[in-house]
C-alpha cells in the first residue's frame, strides 16, 4: 500500500468533521517519522502555507510543490486535496511546524546530524516554493525564518540556506558555509568538504531527498564552491 493510498484512507475522517490537524495528531505515533503518513500530510500543508506566506497563492508555487515533492502520477488528487485543505485551514504554519519538529524532537533535545539533515532539505524545499514564482517576498522570508527556528535550526543555518539559494541575499562566504565569522582556512575548508559531500546526489537520494530536489541542488553547490573560493582567495592574498 502506498504512502498516498494511506494517506487518502487518513482523509476520510475529514468526511466525518476532523479537522486536518486532527488527523495529523492521530497519526503521530508511527516510527521513521520522514516517511509518515503524518510527516507527508503535514509537509504538504506547510508547503500550502509557505504558497500563501506572501498573500497569493501562484500557479508556479503550486507546480514547484508537486515538482519537489515529487507526486506520483495518479496520486495528484489525493495530494492537491490535502493541499487545499491546509490553505483553508484554521491552524496557522506554525502549528504544522511544531508538528513535524516533534516527530523528529518529542523531547526538545539537540537534533543528531540525520535528522538536522532532513529538516534542512525540508527548509531549503520551502524556499523553493518560496522563489517559483520569481521573487522573495518579505513575508516569505519571515516565515521560513520562523519555520527554521521552531525546527530547532540556529539563526547561522537559516542564513547559510537563504545565502545559497536566494538570488540577491547577503552572501557572506561565512553564513553560506554555515562557520562563525572570522573561523580559521582549515574549519571553512571542512565545512565545505562536508557540505559538497552531503550534496552529492547519491548521498541526497540516500537521505530520500526527491529526484528533482536533487536537481535543484546544483545552485546550492554553486554558492558553496564559490564561497570557498572567496575564503581560499582571502588567505592566499
Given at each position: 500500500?502506498?504512502?498516498?493510498?494511506?494517506?487518502?484512507?487518513?482523509?476520510?475522517?475529514?468526511?466525518?468533521?476532523?479537522?486536518?490537524?486532527?488527523v495529523?495528531?492521530?497519526?503521530?505515533?508511527?516510527?521513521?517519522?520522514?516517511?509518515?503518513?503524518?510527516?507527508?500530510?503535514?509537509?504538504?500543508?506547510?508547503?500550502?502555507?509557505?504558497?500563501?506566506?506572501?498573500?497569493?497563492?501562484?500557479?508556479?508555487?503550486?507546480?514547484?510543490?508537486?515538482?519537489?515533492?515529487?507526486?506520483?502520477?495518479?496520486?495528484?488528487?489525493?495530494?492537491?486535496?490535502?493541499?487545499?485543505l491546509?490553505?483553508?485551514?484554521?491552524?496557522?504554519?506554525?502549528?504544522?511546524?511544531?508538528?513535524?519538529?516533534?516527530?523528529?524532537?518529542?523531547?526538545?533535545?539537540?537534533?543528531?546530524?540525520?535528522?538536522?539533515?532532513?529538516?534542512?532539505?525540508?527548509?531549503?524545499?520551502?524556499?523553493?516554493?518560496?522563489?517559483?514564482?520569481?521573487?522573495?517576498?518579505?513575508?516569505?522570508?519571515?516565515?521560513?525564518?520562523?519555520?527554521?527556528?521552531?525546527?530547532?535550526?540556529?539563526?547561522?543555518?537559516?542564513?547559510a540556506?537563504?545565502?545559497?539559494?536566494?538570488?540577491?541575499?547577503?552572501?557572506?562566504?561565512?553564513?553560506?558555509l554555515g562557520?562563525?565569522?572570522?573561523?580559521?582556512?582549515?574549519t571553512?575548508?571542512?565545512?565545505?568538504?562536508?557540505?559538497?559531500?552531503?550534496?552529492?546526489?547519491?548521498?541526497?537520494?540516500?537521505?530520500?531527498?526527491?529526484?528533482?530536489?536533487?536537481?535543484?541542488?546544483?545552485?546550492?553547490?554553486?554558492?558553496?564552491?564559490?564561497?570557498?573560493?572567496?575564503?581560499?582567495?582571502?588567505?592566499?592574498?
Amino acid at each position: 500500500m502506498s504512502i498516498w493510498t494511506r494517506i487518502a484512507e487518513a482523509l476520510s475522517a475529514l468526511a466525518r468533521g476532523e479537522p486536518l490537524s486532527m488527523v495529523f495528531d492521530r497519526l503521530r505515533g508511527e516510527t521513521s517519522p520522514e516517511r509518515s503518513v503524518g510527516f507527508t500530510i503535514a509537509v504538504i500543508a506547510l508547503g500550502a502555507k509557505m504558497a500563501k506566506a506572501d498573500g497569493e497563492v501562484s500557479r508556479e508555487e503550486v507546480r514547484a510543490f508537486r515538482r519537489i515533492f515529487s507526486v506520483p502520477e495518479g496520486e495528484e488528487a489525493h495530494a492537491a486535496h490535502v493541499f487545499n485543505l491546509a490553505r483553508q485551514d484554521v491552524a496557522g504554519f506554525d502549528a504544522y511546524a511544531r508538528k513535524i519538529a516533534k516527530l523528529f524532537n518529542p523531547e526538545g533535545r539537540p537534533l543528531c546530524a540525520d535528522d538536522h539533515h532532513v529538516l534542512v532539505d525540508l527548509l531549503e524545499a520551502l524556499f523553493q516554493i518560496a522563489l517559483a514564482d520569481g521573487g522573495y517576498h518579505p513575508g516569505e522570508d519571515a516565515f521560513l525564518r520562523h519555520v527554521a527556528e521552531i525546527f530547532g535550526l540556529d539563526d547561522c543555518c537559516f542564513r547559510a540556506v537563504r545565502a545559497r539559494l536566494v538570488e540577491g541575499a547577503p552572501r557572506d562566504p561565512f553564513d553560506v558555509l554555515g562557520i562563525p565569522r572570522g573561523a580559521d582556512l582549515e574549519t571553512a575548508r571542512a565545512a565545505w568538504k562536508a557540505l559538497v559531500r552531503d550534496t552529492h546526489p547519491d548521498v541526497m537520494a540516500a537521505r530520500g531527498v526527491p529526484p528533482e530536489a536533487v536537481q535543484l541542488a546544483e545552485r546550492r553547490l554553486i554558492a558553496i564552491n564559490a564561497a570557498w573560493k572567496e575564503l581560499s582567495e582571502r588567505e592566499a592574498a
